[in-house]
């Protein structure tokens, strides 16, 4: 098989290089005989911080389902998929060299009868903490907690467990060696999930700004899902009969969604891009969550460099360097200058060779 050559800017440094390929690995050494595949910017592989492979509107798909959904996403240049839940068993997927690598979470842990139904596994207080150490040891360091869900008794978004049945489940994973994150829409849910040292925050439209500085001091990780948090009027209306409470919180957490994240990137809170993938979202779109992030006023070199070689080093790989596995995506244009060019990538490569 010949040697792939790929020629032009290479980011994050900008240096024009040439890009070898051998044995599914990036060289800089010039190999007799390449040949040039593609020419334009070299963007390391993005990452989908956010994703449910495997799931939809109904709880877990066939096999081929999955796999359309992840090839949507690969031929966009998503590469990197971090499950952020899912109710199938998608280990399958990385044995496949053609689909995009996946770190999976296992799947979500959430109260009983307070969730989305054949999602998550639904569990009481006292069995959290046996389940988030089951799941970490299933998954590849990351579990899901469904953090606040709505309440039927209040009428209103509530944490879904006690503070001290959180400060166990994250312990628990802890000791197993997984991080973990928790979808959090509302407010009163989050301090004493950073108090009990949690890894990261999926949406987090309540955070206060205290709660950004004490994220941005812990490390904690924000992934916004601007798209998602974008469906809150809907959700609203959707309630507003029967909980008025429910209506008038989401009203007031999107009316501020724009102000969190712009205080969250002030802060320094490590951002990253998720798409959520999966149930009403659709996969393939994460440029869609790209354009909407910029839209709401980060920079958008700041996005793709959170969409790309920042994403790929939080979750332990990296970009295009010397050895590096040859995951990545050729553009027309620098996407920190031209953001459209993400939507027509020149070529994608994964593991060495051009899949899309």
């Known amino acids: 098989m010949a ?6 800017p290479v980011l994050p440094d900008g240096e024009h290089r040439d890009v070898h390929v051998v044995d599914g690995r990036v060289t800089f050494e010039h190999q007799p005989g390449s040949e040039t595949a593609a020419r334009g910017w070299i963007l390391p592989g993005m990452v989908d911080a956010h994703n449910h492979l495997g799931m939809d509107d109904g709880g877990a798909v066939p096999d081929e389902e999955t796999e359309r959904q992840a090839v949507l996403d690969r031929d966009t240049g ?24 996946l770190v999976r979470a296992g799947r979500h842990l959430a109260r009983t009868r307070r969730y989305i139904r ?13 389940y988030a150490a089951r799941e970490a040891r299933a998954g590849d360091g990351w579990i899901k907690l469904v953090g606040d869900w709505i309440s039927r008794e209040s009428g209103d978004l509530a944490p879904s467990f006690p503070v001290e049945t959180f400060a166990s489940a994250i312990e628990a994973a802890h000791a197993e060696g997984a991080k973990v994150t928790a979808h959090c829409f509302g407010r009163d849910v989050l301090q004493g999930l950073l108090d009990a040292g949690i890894d990261c925050i999926e949406h987090g439209t309540g955070l206060s700004t205290d709660q950004v500085e004490q994220m941005a001091t812990a490390g904690v990780a924000l992934v916004p899902t601007v798209q998602q948090t974008g469906k809150f009027p809907e959700f609203a209306e959707a309630g507003r009969e029967r909980f008025p409470e429910y209506a008038a919180t989401m009203d007031d957490l999107f009316a501020r969604r724009r102000e ?9 809170v490590a951002l990253y891009v998720g798409s959520d993938g999966g149930g009403a979202a659709r996969h393939g779109e994460l440029m869609g969550e790209v354009e909407a992030m910029v839209d709401l006023g980060l920079p958008a070199a700041d996005v793709v460099a959170a969409v790309s070689w920042q994403g790929r080093a ?23 200058e031209d953001l459209s060019t993400l939507r027509r990538p020149v070529c994608v490569v994964l593991r060495g060779a051009v899949v899309a």
């Open 3 to 8: 040697t792939l050559r790929f020629s032009g």
């Open 78 to 101: 998503v590469l990197l998929l971090r499950d952020c839940g899912s109710p199938s068993d998608t280990r399958w997927v990385q044995e496949r060299d053609d689909l995009p690598r």
């Open 118 to 130: 054949n999602y998550a596994h639904e569990v009481e207080p006292e069995d959290l903490a046996s």
């Open 260 to 268: 969190v994240l712009l205080s969250a990137h002030e802060a320094g």
């Open 314 to 336: 939080w979750l332990g790989w990296e970009g295009v360097v010397e050895g590096a596995p040859a995951d990545f995506v050729v553009l027309d244009a620098d996407p920190r």
